[in-house]
């Protein structure tokens, strides 16, 4: 049988499709594995947490440091900023609170 372009072009478009799925997928199992190994991040966002909750999504890593970034995070060696946690980030999209709460406690546990 011949391989015809539509064919691959069609898969490719559906790969494309199902990447960002498959991305926000990703996010949510990291945070349910954060919230397994770390206990619950309310605990170490303190405050900020219920503000993440209260937060209208999407919104950028910019967007939050310039909202919250004086809130203070727990973490091994004392408290830092949200500023200073997420520092070291480019400028991303999040889609919920869970995903800012997922990439804060992959920061503070790498």
Do not use: C, F, W
């Not at 049988?1 to 898969?11: G, L």
């Amino acid at each position: 049988m011949a391989d015809d372009n539509q064919s691959r072009d069609e898969q490719t478009d559906d790969e494309e499709r199902r990447q960002p799925e498959r991305e926000r997928e990703e996010v949510r199992d990291r945070a349910t594995e954060d919230q397994q190994k770390h206990g619950d991040p309310s605990e170490q966002l303190g405050d900020l947490d219920d503000a993440l909750e209260g937060h209208d999504y999407p919104t950028t890593t910019d967007e939050l440091v310039e909202a919250y970034g004086d809130y203070e995070i727990q973490t091994q060696s004392g408290e830092k900023s949200l500023e200073e946690v997420l520092a070291v980030t480019q400028n991303q999209t999040y889609d919920s609170a869970d995903d800012v709460r997922s990439r804060i406690l992959g920061l503070l546990h790498r």
